[in-house]
């Protein structure tokens, strides 16, 4: 039988409270970080998704833009046009290819 006096037991509990205390404090500062990157990733990926959707939006436009020109295209202008429609819709798709693969 061990000879610890009441005192000795009480300061053996309030150490041991006191250490899981601490490592209470630091885990939740670490959840707090964990916490802060999370955010900031959210924001990121926030901001990414919109330029994203910012730049099929403006390929889109420019599509829609030459497809109008072609209403107006004479005969001969209209073969070119066509080449850079068909490299306009390329553009588009890749765009939302990859938006889909990078948001999905």
């Known amino acids: 039988m061990t000879n610890h006096t009441k005192e000795d037991v009480m300061e053996q509990?309030?150490?041991?409270?006191?250490k899981f205390e601490a490592k209470l404090d630091e885990?939740?500062?670490?959840a707090d970080k964990l916490k802060a990157?999370?955010?900031?990733?959210?924001?990121?990926?926030?901001?990414?998704?919109?330029?994203?959707?910012?730049?099929?939006?403006?390929?889109r436009e420019e599509l829609k833009a030459k497809l109008h020109k072609l209403?107006?295209?004479g005969?001969?202008?209209w073969q070119e046009l066509k080449s850079?429609?068909?490299k306009s819709s390329r553009e588009l798709r890749e765009s939302l290819d990859n938006a889909i693969k990078k948001f999905s």
């Open 27 to 30: 885990w939740k500062a670490e």
């Open 13 to 18: 509990k309030k150490a041991y409270r006191e």
């Open 75 to 77: 005969e001969d202008a």
């Open 71 to 73: 209403e107006e295209a």
């Open 37 to 59: 990157k999370a955010k900031q990733k959210q924001l990121d990926a926030e901001t990414d998704y919109k330029e994203e959707l910012e730049t099929i939006r403006k390929k």
């Open 84 to 86: 850079g429609i068909e």
